[in-house]
């Protein structure tokens, strides 16, 4: 019962904390708006979020924190050519801006300029040789150029970096599967399954089918 007390409190104190630091600000302050676009964009209420970036720029027109974010919430809405005006203006006012390469090039990949996309998941990559997205979003993208050998190099990538990372076996598996690498494909559905993945359970199920009809 002490326990709970104590949670109840040091939670209380938490939101008064955050309701004193906001009550600060000004509503003409920037970081404001940025900041409660975030608690928005954290709780997928993505078009919320928009709105509280679209005012922290107006505040602030160089504000390349709330460009960047407005992306990712555009992103999650389905609104790509909205996100590529803002990740180009990030790469405008900072052209280091940690992880814009990789976020540029699976909006790229969603647009279909497939070209584009590879042209900055390899820069994302050259900056940052450990960045599993990266190399998951460019063999999404090699993938559907249907270049699948080149698919299945970067998502060994991930998974070397990433050994738990059940929806890069399942994809991997999903390319050796429409390669016919019954093998391969049984063994990457297997641990994307017993990861904890469930579509690739069933799909476990159809790999194993063709694979013993192919005997």
Not at 56 to 78: C, F, P, T
Not at 170 to 190: P, Q, T
């Amino acid at each position: 019962m002490k326990l709970k007390r104590n949670t109840s409190v040091i939670i209380s104190l938490t939101v008064l904390l955050a309701i004193n630091m906001f009550a600060c600000m000004s509503m003409d302050d920037p970081e404001m708006w940025y900041l409660k676009g975030l608690r928005y964009h954290k709780k997928y209420w993505y078009k919320d979020a928009i709105e509280c970036f679209d005012k922290a720029i107006s505040l602030d027109q160089n504000y390349v924190d709330a460009y960047y974010a407005r992306s990712l919430s555009y992103k999650e809405e389905g609104l790509y050519g909205d996100a590529l005006k803002d990740l180009n203006k990030v790469i405008e006012l900072d052209p280091n801006y940690r992880n814009v390469y990789n976020n540029r090039g699976s909006v790229y990949s969603k647009l279909c300029m497939y070209d584009k996309a590879i042209e900055d998941l390899d820069r994302a990559i050259a900056i940052d040789p450990k960045n599993s997205n990266a190399y998951y979003n460019r063999g999404s993208t090699y993938s559907k150029m249907e270049m699948y050998n080149e698919a299945i190099r970067d998502y060994t990538m991930v998974i070397s970096l990433d050994s738990k990372n059940a929806y890069t076996y399942y994809s991997r598996g999903f390319i050796n599967y429409k390669m016919e690498r019954w093998d391969d494909a049984e063994r990457d559905m297997r641990a994307a399954c017993s990861l904890g993945y469930d579509g690739a359970c069933s799909s476990l199920e159809k790999v194993i089918k063709e694979k013993n009809l192919g005997k």
